[in-house]
């Protein structure tokens, strides 16, 4: 039976370095038992934050990186290099330094294709499912260790929007076209994917979110609040800071 636990911090900084620690933790608790370790890393401003904690952490050392692949749960279909990808914002953060230092296999590190790789994001979402069936058992998604999530303020997750029509997208992952949020375009897991995870972690900070957290965690219709359907198939965690948590 999947678990639901809602941790709340002091503030941002401290839910960034918790959900860090917590991260390595998990990596650390996972390779004790088996191999490879399949991380889902976000985009979002507690996530990157997340990453750039982790990369200061004395626990960093223990992981075996050369037993670990990272993915992410959805991209901005932009260049690759470009400054608002998140694959870019998380390499600057902790990647790059992982694959240059720390005994990460580039190939462990599976971006998704933008458009200098892929001619359209439902080709790049074809690609990045294609890339997952072939580190998975099943043939589909790799059942996924943890696989954090951001949230914005409209209960978006991944770049699974409100309203939108690849909130019912089958498959591992689907092409995104008229996002709120800017670039438009995108591409993201699906929630057949997300929901395939052990655990997943939504982490969420700032005021703005907290009418969207209190309706996600309330079970609002995932049609509206997108984070209400996201779950682990042994543990969802909501890692919160106060001011998210605070619903008005
Ligand atoms: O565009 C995105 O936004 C969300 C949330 O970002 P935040 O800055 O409000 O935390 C993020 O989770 C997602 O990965 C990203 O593509």
Redesign the pocket.
């Known amino acids: 039976m999947t678990r639901r636990l809602v941790v709340v911090h002091p503030d941002a900084d401290v839910l960034a370095q918790a959900a860090a620690a917590r991260l390595l933790t998990r990596i650390l608790d996972v390779q004790s038992v088996r191999r490879p370790v399949h991380v889902v890393l976000?985009?979002?401003?507690?996530?990157i934050a997340t990453l750039a904690a982790a990369a200061q952490s004395p626990l960093l050392a223990a992981v075996d990186w050369s037993g670990v692949h990272l993915w992410w749960?959805?991209e901005?279909f932009l260049p690759s290099g470009d400054p608002d990808r998140?694959e870019t914002q998380a390499r600057a953060a902790l990647v790059d330094a992982l694959e240059a230092t720390a005994g990460l296999p580039a190939e462990n590190v599976h971006p998704i294709a933008g458009p200098d790789v892929a001619g359209s994001p439902a080709a790049s979402a074809a690609a990045y499912a294609a890339d997952l069936a072939a580190q998975a058992d099943d043939g589909r998604v790799p059942a996924f260790d943890v696989l954090l999530?951001?949230?914005?303020?409209d209960g978006?997750?991944?770049?699974l929007f409100p309203g939108h029509a690849e909130l019912a997208a089958t498959g591992a992952a689907v092409g995104v076209h008229g996002s709120p949020?800017p670039p438009a375009e995108?591409v993201s897991l699906t929630f057949e994917a997300i929901n395939a995870a052990r655990q997943v972690w939504v982490v969420?900070a700032g005021a703005e979110k907290a009418e969207q957290v209190a309706s996600a965690l309330a079970g609002q219709p995932v049609a509206e609040v997108p984070a209400s359907g996201v779950r682990g198939t042994h543990r969802t965690l909501w890692l919160l800071d106060t001011a998210s948590a605070d619903a008005p």
Do not use: F, I, Y
């Not at 976000?42 to 996530?47: E, F, H, I, L």
């Not at 978006?156 to 770049?159: D, G, Y």
């Open positions: 976000t985009g979002g401003t507690v996530g749960g959805d901005r998140n999530l951001g949230m914005g303020p978006h997750v991944a770049s949020k995108r969420a």
